[in-house]
């Protein structure tokens, strides 16, 4: 779906991707942005095969739209097996580059909402770079945090920072 509304309005923005809470996160913030009458805007990111330095000295437009449109298909299975609402507005994109700096540069802003599962509770988890965190650092709109092992039915996911 498409919404015709202009950025300065309410947005929800998740990151999507293939971790094991992705559709719980995903469906998070589609009730969010449900109760808000928000646009629900859903992110995946990739890279090219061996970072972006290797894309520099080797470049391959062909692996590069192989992988945009893997990407784009990982993103349209998540959001059918969500079962978003059918008459929330959604716009879907696929963006190059890190899932963290991608989500605190397209919510910039107090009208929105960034939706994000945290993947890494245990001891040893801060020792790897994660987008999560790097939301929490940098993003400068609101955060609804959705924990790893919140299910839908449970009391709600931790409040907006």
């Not at 942005?33 to 646009?39: G, P």
């Not at 998540?78 to 716009?91: I, M, Q, S, T």
């Not at 802003?109 to 960034?114: I, K, M, N, R, S």
């Not at 599962?117 to 790097?134: E, Q």
């Amino acid at each position: 779906m498409h919404n015709e509304r202009s950025d300065h309005e309410g947005r929800v923005i998740v990151g999507v991707d293939d971790h094991k809470g992705g559709v719980v996160t995903l469906r998070c913030a589609a009730e969010e942005a449900r109760r808000r009458h928000a646009v629900l805007v859903a992110v995946t990111v990739w890279s090219p095969y061996g970072g972006e330095a290797a894309e520099r000295a080797l470049p391959c437009p062909e692996l590069d739209a192989a992988q945009k449109a893997s990407a784009q298909a990982m993103l349209d299975a998540a959001c059918e097996g969500a079962g978003l609402p059918d008459l929330l507005p959604v716009r879907r994109r696929v963006e190059r580059g890190l899932l963290g700096p991608v989500l605190a540069r397209l919510a910039h802003g107090p009208q929105d909402l960034l939706v994000i599962g945290l993947r890494h509770l245990r001891a040893f988890a801060s020792l790897r770079p994660s987008p999560d965190r790097y939301c929490l650092r940098n993003a400068a709109a609101p955060l609804l945090i959705v924990p790893p092992d919140w299910a839908p039915g449970a009391p709600g996911p931790a409040a907006a920072v």
